[in-house]
């Protein structure tokens, strides 16, 4: 099992930035592939960002690409998300998620997920 805590949402103007974190606990974290979802209320939860175990490997979903960025410390079990040009549109709730094997996009692929942080966005 493995046990994941978000942090570090909260209400930021157009343009501002926020960084999320997401701390593990459990089985051995290095190993994990971890991802960011989202979710807006009202729509289904989206794919943002994924980084394989090595942190070698990095992918966005399009909408974020060039403003959000993911990275691990893996020392530390943590995940982040930094959020730069924030836009309203980004305004959901973000969830940490983890799987074993390579990362995926689709919401089902992941295997444990944490509680979620609020981000919003104001124009």
């Known amino acids: 099992q493995v046990q994941l805590v978000e942090s570090g949402g909260g209400l930021v103007q157009a343009g501002g930035s926020l960084r999320l974190s997401c701390a593990a606990s459990g089985r051995t974290f290095t190993y994990y592939t971890l991802g960011w979802f989202r979710q807006a209320p009202g729509k289904e939860r989206e794919f943002v960002a994924a980084i394989t175990w090595s942190g070698s490997n990095t992918y966005y979903a399009d909408s974020v690409k060039g403003r959000f960025t993911i990275s691990r410390d893996n020392a530390k079990n943590t995940v982040y998300l930094q959020m730069n040009s924030l836009k309203p549109e980004d305004t959901a709730v973000y969830y940490c998620?983890?799987?074993?094997?390579?990362?995926?996009?689709?919401?089902?692929?992941?295997?444990?997920w944490g509680q979620g942080t609020q981000v919003t966005v104001s124009s």
């Open positions: 998620a983890a799987r074993v094997t390579f990362p995926t996009t689709a919401a089902r692929d992941y295997n444990y």
